[in-house]
């Protein structure tokens, strides 16, 4: 019998529970759901990696988009007999077929990177259609294959093998996920974040489904680990980092392992992306919290102990923070998560052990790297100067405008709503003027508010804050709004809980919305890490059938309706130019109408934050290189007929 002792592990019931509840252990039958059969196998493999017993994990999407294969070069999963099943099985088949057989789940030595501890092999065999594990061990090639959970035979020697390893394959169930085609891009870039995570791991993605056959194959490997994360990170927000080399820390003990590696840039904004157990944490928790409470007392202790605040200057934590860039990964025992989305971590704990790690180190650190040190107090000091400048600013301008009277800042052209809720209040954003005089009249007034957009938008990528600042288009949303921006913002304040963007479906419309994603993305990101940002989608054709009209939002609906409805009725079709051609009450009826209307909710994916940073950096930065290397890497997967040229 191997060394990791098969008698480890807990035998506790079959798998029925998941085929009937499956939510329950993948989180929904959704397209996150689908994904995580292949996050559970995946981190099998990780785990035997970080164990020290795999070097390299390969990943295979087939060409038809639902079979997914994952392989390892570790010890290859035991095949012999059980020792505690008294049914006679396999550990190989044990683990794929009781629900909660893992060995991760004793807590012994052995280290998880993460997913459902370990049962995951079981739940993924009970979604799948097909699964087929293959092992390599002892100079013999095993083979094992189940349909829906259900195991076709033993576990037989089907031929002979060099080398150990677990290779397994699997098709997703159809009848319990609607869609099971996966996203390739998502697989690559939980790959590339995982490699991140574990330092000198390497990955060998293979994308079948690729048309290019240059792409199909791609290695991510990251001897740097986290600290690397970071200068890409750094990189990708096309931001200059003040210290040399960035501020590391890691620790590796009962309580768990750690590692933290920060900068700051010249940037005013804040970024810090955190990962549990190798899974994103969106929305930061309690280990984010320690990692700031140790960052401001290590950097408080500094300035006090050398005396370096100028007098008259006053340090707050937003300064210290400000220009911030770090990455944090841990691996605890048992994480709590909470939430809506379950991307905030909850142990109450963690935020004693994180600080406890972060600040001795941190404050030892500055000590020692006082080239270091003197940047970033340097940049403080800047911060604190720079706020207490523009506080002084706000306050005189405060003092013209009445108390209680903050509707009398707001831009003129806005056309507000009555309704003072925020949470029941609209503002939709304009493209021109004849648009905006449609929607003013086609609204209704108690809760919907136009402004109309005349002027250029500012890209927001390549502007200077100063320059953001300065353009009519962009501070006129702002007043609007009422919450700040960049480090200021207060959603507290925000005036309008639903931001709509309502632009012409031609080219010009969608570069709007693209300026104005930008800009909310860089200086109001908050916006949408809430959910206040949509997109409307207004029309494109008008159908006349028989006596009947309808509206088609693009070619494929319009096609639909006339399919499904004409029968040997008249079919008039016509197609709107702009929204300013449409009348008051036809753009009320098809576009605003909280009850007839689509609307489309701005979001940022759990894995795609670094993506993201890059796309955006790529498409709307200065550099012309990237973004024509983007729209060229990309241009397979635009639709010729959506393209308006
Ligand atoms: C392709 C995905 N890889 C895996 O699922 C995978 C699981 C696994 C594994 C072991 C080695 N490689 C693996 N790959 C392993 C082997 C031994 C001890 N512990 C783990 C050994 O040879 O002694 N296993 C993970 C759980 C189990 N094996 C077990 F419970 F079946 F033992």
Known sequence: MSDYGASQITILEGLEPVRKRPGMYIGGVGKEGLHHLIWEVLDNAVDEAINGFASTIQVTLAKDGETVTVEDNGRGIPVERHPKDAAGRSTLEVIYTVLHAGGKFEQGAYRTAGGLHGVGASVVNALSSKLVVQVRRGGHLYEQTFRRGVPQGDVAVVGEARGTGTKVTFKPDSRIFPNTDFDPQLIARRLEVKTYLHGGLRIVWRDETAKDKD??????????????????????????????????????????????????TESTDVVLHSFVNGIPTQDGGTH??????????????????????????????DDIREGLTGALNLFIAEPQFQGQTKDKLNNPEVRAYVAGVARPALEQWLNAHQTQAHGIVTRIIQAAKARQA????????????????????????????????????????????????????????????????????????????????????????VKALGCGMGRHIDLDALRYHRIILLMDADSDGHHISTLLLTFFYRYMKPLIDEGHVFIAQPPLYKVVIGQETYWAADDRQKDELIANKAGRSKVEISRFKGLGEMNPSTLYKTTLDPLRRHLLCVRIADDDKLATETTITELMGRDAAARYHFVMERADEADAEALDI
């Not at 620790?251 to 933290?260: A, L």
């Not at 990692?291 to 500094?302: E, F, Q, S, W």
């Not at 831009?411 to 004849?434: H, I, M, Q, R």
């Open 215 to 264: 792409q199909r194959v791609t290695e991510f490997k990251h001897d740097g680990g986290i600290v690397e994360y970071l200068d890409d990170l750094i990189q990708a927000r096309d931001r200059r980092a003040i210290l040399e080399e960035p501020f590391t820390v890691e620790r590796d003990d009962d309580e768990g392992r750690i590692h933290i590696a920060l900068s700051w």
């Open 390 to 477: 523009s506080r002084s600013a706000a306050q005189a301008v405060r003092r013209k405008t009445p108390v209680g009277s903050r509707r009398l800042n707001l831009p003129g052209k806005l056309a507000d709503c009555t309704s003072t809720d925020p949470a029941e209040c609209e503002l939709f954003l304009v493209e021109g003027d004849s648009a905006g005089g449609s929607a003013k009249q086609g609204r209704d007034r108690q809760n919907q508010a136009i402004l109309p957009l005349r002027g250029k938008v500012l890209n927001a990528e390549q502007a200077t804050d100063r320059k953001v600042l300065a353009n009519q288009e962009l501070s006129d949303i």
């Open 288 to 317: 984010e919290s320690g990692l700031r409470d140790a960052i401001n007392r290590a950097v408080r202790a500094y300035l006090d102990a050398h005396d370096v605040v100028p007098r008259g200057v006053t340090i707050n934590p």
